[in-house]
């Protein structure tokens, strides 16, 4: 099936769960931010703890995945589940942690977590759980895995391969795979968007692919780079793309992303940004790496109030679609400057009119 067809495909069953499929219309902008909501910190559970690159689902009940300390004053990553409820936090433990041996018994971290069919070992889930993982005490050897549950709330169960592996041929201290973004494309046959981050000695890449789930083992296809034009940095120069979340406006058909915008500063810490940018691109051009991503806008320390500003994602539904086709939310993650802004990183979230 080509790209074309998928993102028909696409259109079409998002539209289903979203009851009524409207013209697509093109981007319109983001209005003014709303003043930032503190949403959550680790220290509340962990002192000294660190909690980032959230993703979010709406509800009732709001739940916030991230990679998390899994222990007070340890760096080593969790994906822990928040939960949220009239903008109290009620709960906040580990929902998926390292594996006793292999090759995600390290970190585990970036947790993306989707409504859609699943199938392994002989048994049927309901959602998926797409995350970093690596074997050794480093931002490097990176892997992309999964995990499936019958309930937002867990238990998790990993499938025990990666489903994007680390390059064959490459020093096992690059970077790697990581960071994934997910959303639905059609929740009954099991298949879905998954994006993520490639990291191998040279510029970061962001790649896209289709992955169907629910035929006993996660199967990609349709690999592709994720079209760079239309990014840039805060000198006005291209841009490549990391740290990113993706969710889908089936009124628009549209991509939004949100990514940490470069360079990232020379006072410490200099590996996570000051800013991060909203962009749009039209469903075709997302699926067959064409066009140009619209500037939609941007969340800085102006706004924030903080010294760094990084690692965000968007509240979504459980399908990775906008919960209100009238706004947008960003929760982003904020730090301090070192020493220690490790233990200072925490949630906070804004929302735009569209």
């Given at each position: 099936?080509?790209?074309?067809?998928?993102?028909?495909?696409?259109?079409?069953?998002?539209?289903?769960?979203?009851?009524?499929?409207?013209?697509?219309?093109?981007?319109?902008?983001?209005?003014?931010?709303?003043?930032?909501?503190?949403?959550?910190?680790?220290?509340?559970?962990?002192?000294?703890?660190?909690?980032?690159?959230?993703?979010?689902?709406?509800?009732?009940?709001?739940?916030?995945?991230?990679?998390?300390?899994?222990?007070?004053?340890?760096?080593?990553?969790?994906?822990?589940?928040?939960?949220?409820?009239?903008?109290?936090?009620?709960?906040?433990?580990?929902?998926?942690?390292?594996?006793?041996?292999?090759?995600?018994?390290?970190?585990?971290?970036?947790?993306?977590?989707?409504?859609?069919?699943?199938?392994?070992?002989?048994?049927?889930?309901?959602?998926?759980?797409?995350?970093?993982?690596?074997?050794?005490?480093?931002?490097?050897?990176?892997?992309?895995?999964?995990?499936?549950?019958?309930?937002?709330?867990?238990?998790?169960?990993?499938?025990?391969?990666?489903?994007?592996?680390?390059?064959?041929?490459?020093?096992?201290?690059?970077?790697?795979?990581?960071?994934?973004?997910?959303?639905?494309?059609?929740?009954?046959?099991?298949?879905?968007?998954?994006?993520?981050?490639?990291?191998?000695?040279?510029?970061?890449?962001?790649?896209?692919?289709?992955?169907?789930?629910?035929?006993?083992?996660?199967?990609?296809?349709?690999?592709?780079?994720?079209?760079?034009?239309?990014?840039?940095?805060a000198n006005g120069n291209p841009d490549d793309?990391?740290?990113?979340?993706?969710?889908?406006?089936?009124?628009?058909?549209?991509?939004?992303?949100?990514?940490?915008?470069?360079?990232?500063?020379?006072?410490s810490p200099n590996y996570i940004s000051t800013?991060?940018?909203?962009?749009?691109?039209?469903?075709?051009?997302?699926?067959?790496?064409?066009?140009?991503?619209?500037?939609?806008?941007?969340?800085?320390?102006?706004?924030?109030?903080?010294?760094?500003?990084?690692?965000?994602?968007?509240?979504?539904?459980?399908?990775?679609?906008?919960?209100?086709?009238?706004?947008?939310?960003?929760?982003?993650?904020?730090?301090?400057?070192?020493?220690?802004?490790?233990?200072?990183?925490?949630?906070?979230?804004?929302?735009?009119?569209?």
């Amino acid at each position: 099936m080509n790209l074309r067809k998928r993102l028909v495909l696409a259109v079409m069953a998002i539209a289903v769960v979203s009851t009524v499929l409207v013209a697509p219309t093109a981007a319109s902008g983001l209005g003014t931010w709303s003043s930032p909501t503190f949403v959550y910190a680790a220290s509340s559970i962990q002192s000294p703890g660190y909690s980032y690159a959230a993703s979010a689902i709406d509800g009732t009940t709001e739940r916030y995945y991230t990679c998390h300390s899994r222990a007070s004053g340890d760096i080593r990553d969790h994906a822990f589940l928040t939960k949220r409820t009239g903008g109290i936090v009620t709960s906040s433990a580990s929902a998926l942690g390292p594996s006793s041996a292999g090759w995600d018994s390290y970190h585990l971290c970036d947790p993306s977590v989707i409504r859609v069919n699943a199938s392994y070992s002989g048994q049927s889930y309901s959602y998926a759980m797409f995350y970093l993982g690596n074997d050794q005490a480093c931002s490097c050897h990176n892997q992309v895995g999964v995990a499936y549950s019958n309930s937002l709330d867990g238990p998790w169960v990993r499938y025990p391969s990666p489903i994007v592996a680390f390059r064959t041929g490459e020093p096992t201290s690059d970077w790697g795979a990581g960071q994934p973004s997910a959303t639905t494309i059609d929740p009954t046959s099991g298949t879905a968007v998954l994006t993520w981050t490639e990291g191998y000695g040279g510029p970061n890449v962001g790649k896209m692919a289709m992955v169907d789930l629910d035929g006993g083992a996660p199967v990609l296809s349709g690999i592709h780079d994720i079209t760079t034009a239309g990014l840039v940095d805060a000198n006005g120069n291209p841009d490549d793309l990391n740290n990113f979340d993706i969710v889908y406006s089936p009124q628009r058909d549209r991509f939004y992303m949100v990514r940490e915008r470069h360079p990232y500063p020379t006072s410490s810490p200099n590996y996570i940004s000051t800013a991060v940018q909203i962009l749009s691109l039209p469903g075709s051009d997302m699926w067959n790496s064409t066009g140009t991503w619209t500037v939609e806008g941007s969340i800085d320390g102006s706004l924030s109030g903080a010294a760094r500003t990084h690692n965000p994602g968007f509240l979504r539904t459980q399908y990775g679609t906008l919960p209100n086709e009238s706004e947008i939310t960003v929760v982003y993650t904020t730090s301090t400057l070192d020493p220690d802004s490790l233990w200072s990183y925490a949630l906070s979230r804004v929302t735009a009119p569209l």
